[in-house]
């Protein structure tokens, strides 16, 4: 990858210099490659565009933004995403993560800063990326602590270099964080970070894209149409980050070798989604016949309140097996399955009778003798339990 460190010596004396990273060549990450933000890619663009032609925006008057903020929750793309910027502008890439400022020396972190900056310089036009700056760019004044005091520092010396790039520098600096409440004021406002990008959890037509990225390298059955494929896999994978998704692809891949399948078929990939939903499944576990019975009358009392109206939508499919995070059988809700409702999108789903439908489906197979359903010499009952099964 043409990566080397930024320490160029040894001994107690190098300690201050930068362990930041640079990738001259050979980066072969682009935009084709991250799918499901394409608004941040987008915003992004301006950057790569900047490190191309600086000219264009400078004959006009106009100063490139000095830094982006890429925010949201782990395994979104913000790493991602910020090398592909640097493919895409064939320029020096250089990284870095914000713990590495903090050592047990006084002032090494302030140190590094002022020496990955300078290498920044020389290596321009370069971007440069400080991965988890939340490490070293927390809220100043939280604390007394010798510690907090040299978080502080290092805060100051990056404040104050950020502060110092002018236009002509052509040095573009992008952060990566999931925590940007804690972030201090002074480190987000313009000048500094001046966008702020939030890459969220993709949506379906996201995750059919991520999805197809993925499904590039495995080696799928000839029957399978990637694109259909990668829509189906969608719509039952929601909430996945990319993260995810690429893990369900791995996991179905090595679900196929370990059943020395020579391809991989849509079978592994509903097993592996099922493996990364509910853990790995507990087969030695034994079950009695009630408790497999009761069990399944309550998640299908979950499947059925679904479709009472009212509720957030049907389910997908119901597992009964027992997964290892504790679970004996859970209900995947259908996509699209939780629409707003004008007026009421802000209360508690107080008419979703998926909730109470699970015991209320046991409830009425205890009172009825197990049939769920009134038989001869058993009255309907009148609990509040099964007057939501029965509305």
């Not at 604390?143 to 805060?155: A, R, V």
């Not at 969220?200 to 993925?214: M, Q, T, W």
């Not at 489906?361 to 309907?380: I, K, N």
Request: hydrophobic share 35%; with cysteine; net charge positive.
């Amino acid at each position: 990858m043409g990566a080397r460190r930024g320490r160029r010596g040894g001994g107690l004396f190098s300690v201050g210099e930068t362990t930041a990273k640079i990738l001259k060549s050979n980066i072969d990450v682009r935009f084709v490659d991250v799918a499901g933000c394409e608004e941040a890619k987008l915003e992004i663009m301006e950057f790569v565009n900047f490190l191309k032609n600086p000219k264009q925006y400078q004959d006009l008057g106009a100063k490139i933004p000095k830094g982006a903020m890429l925010t949201g929750p782990p395994g979104t793309g913000k790493t991602l995403l910020a090398k592909a910027t640097a493919g895409e502008a064939s320029v020096p890439f250089i990284t870095v993560n914000g713990s590495e400022f903090l050592e047990m020396f006084v002032g090494v972190g302030p140190a590094r800063v002022r020496d990955m900056f300078a290498m920044a310089r020389k290596n321009a036009p370069c971007i440069l990326f400080i991965d988890e700056i939340d490490a070293i760019g927390r809220k100043r004044g939280q604390g007394h602590f010798g510690g907090q005091s040299e978080q502080e520092n290092t805060l100051n010396q990056m404040l104050v270099e950020m502060d110092g790039f002018n236009s002509a520098t052509n040095v573009v600096v992008l952060a990566g964080t999931n925590r940007p409440d804690i972030l201090d004021p002074a480190l987000m406002r313009p000048g500094r970070f001046d966008r702020q990008i939030y890459i969220g959890p993709p949506d379906i037509k996201g995750r059919s894209s991520i999805f197809k990225v993925h499904l590039r390298p495995l080696k799928l059955d000839e029957s399978l149409n990637k694109d259909t494929l990668a829509r189906k896999l969608a719509a039952l994978t929601p909430g996945f980050t990319g993260a995810d998704i690429s893990n369900v692809c791995n996991e179905a891949a090595l679900i196929a070798a370990r059943h020395l399948s020579p391809s991989v078929q849509e079978k592994h990939f509903q097993q592996a989604i099922e493996r990364v939903i509910g853990g790995l499944e507990k087969k030695t576990q034994v079950l009695q016949p009630s408790e497999k019975t009761t069990v399944a009358y309550h998640e299908a009392g979950h499947a059925g309140g679904g479709l009472v109206p009212g509720a957030r939508g049907p389910p997908a499919e119901g597992v009964h097996h027992p997964p290892g995070r504790g679970a004996r059988l859970y209900t995947v809700p259908a996509p699209g399955a939780a629409p707003l409702h004008p007026g009421t999108a802000l209360r508690p789903h107080v008419h979703d009778a998926r909730g109470p439908g699970g015991r209320a489906a046991v409830l009425r197979a205890d009172h009825y003798g197990g049939s769920g359903r009134p038989e001869e010499g058993h009255p309907e009952c009148v609990c509040p339990d099964c007057a939501v099964w029965d509305e």
